[in-house]
């Protein structure tokens, strides 16, 4: 007999919380096999997680393999397994492989080399891992010249400092979530959502991306429950300040902007899905922003016109 499914928001919400409180090991123990439960159901999709997940490699070495050597190499000593520059470039890649992304380490491009490469989706973003050995300051202006050519060719970097990094790794890393997340660059184990109505959120979303300027900008969005558009609305150019519907206690603040997104300065481009949920919306208003990893509702808490 087929097993009623659990397929709702407050079902997806108790999953997540219950396998992402796993620090080092996740043990799943089942009494049902796939074909008891319903294609929609969450137990179903962490079943088949559990059962068709691969062991993650980067550059041909396997996750575990390469965590082992980071943690019991004498560093002083021994050079970082191959082709990996520098330990700090391991430590850094690990973080990634940890969440589930797919990284290339030293990565070739128009005959230069990226410490780190995060893909996804269709998107990619270039990590440089700034040690005071590898960029100290006789080869900045190196790197820095390295790094406009590369904008030039359209990639996006971040940067993570190593003395930050040792200092405070969340501080060191919250900004790389944020970019990742904003370019719909997901871990390789998230799933896409599988409903047909998701789905073509997702589409309608993308197609977005193609829409001149001009269109991005008051009442451009809809909010959750209906509400009509109000006079002061977010408009390219703005500062939102909002707060997650999975984080209460955790206010941010964003400016929509034409440029690229910068995390260090809080901007985010307006062809964004962030910004692009946040377009259109008035204080007060949640709105639904579609990543590829999932819905997030977010509370307009604010919004601060920057007029000349």
């Known amino acids: 007999e087929r097993i009623g499914p659990l397929s709702n928001a407050a079902d997806e919400r108790r999953f997540n919380v219950a396998v992402s409180r796993a620090k080092d090991q996740v043990w799943l123990f089942h ?7 319903s294609e929609k159901d969450l137990r179903r999709r962490l079943l088949e ?3 068709n997940t691969k062991p993650q490699r980067v550059a041909g070495i396997d996750r575990d393999e390469l965590e082992r050597r980071a943690k019991q190499d004498n560093r002083s000593v021994v050079k970082p397994p191959t082709p990996f520059e520098s330990w700090f470039e391991v430590d850094v890649a690990l973080e990634l492989l940890h969440k589930g992304f797919i990284v290339t380490p030293q990565f070739k491009v128009a005959g230069k080399r990226i410490d780190l490469v995060v893909e996804g989706g269709h998107a990619r973003l270039a990590v440089e891992c700034d040690g005071d050995y590898w960029h100290g300051a006789d080869r900045y202006e190196e790197d820095m010249q390295r790094e406009r050519q590369l904008n030039r060719c359209g990639w996006e970097f971040f940067h993570v400092r190593e003395s930050v990094f040792r200092a405070n790794k969340d501080t060191a890393l919250r ?3 944020l ?7 997901q871990p390789q184990r998230e799933q896409k959502p599988t409903s ?3 789905n073509l959120d997702f589409q309608k979303q993308a197609s977005n991306y193609n829409k001149p300027e001009s269109d991005f900008g008051e009442g451009n969005n809809e909010s959750i429950g209906g509400s009509e558009t109000k006079t002061e609305c977010a408009e390219i150019g703005d500062s939102i300040v909002y707060v997650p519907d999975e984080s209460p206690d955790s206010e941010r603040q964003v400016m929509i902007t ?4 910068n995390p260090d300065w809080g901007t985010i481009n307006f062809r964004t899905p962030i910004a692009q949920a946040l377009l259109g919306a008035c204080a007060g208003d949640k709105v639904e922003a579609k990543l590829p990893m999932g819905i997030k509702v977010l509370h307009i808490k604010e ?3 920057h007029r000349l």
């Open 179 to 185: 970019m990742l997340e904003e370019r719909g660059i």
């Open 303 to 305: 919004i601060r016109k």
């Open 31 to 37: 009494s049902v096999q796939l074909e008891d439960l």
């Open 175 to 177: 900004g790389l979530w």
């Open 258 to 261: 034409r440029d690229s997104s």
């Open 196 to 198: 047909d109505k998701r």
């Open 49 to 51: 997680f559990f059962l």
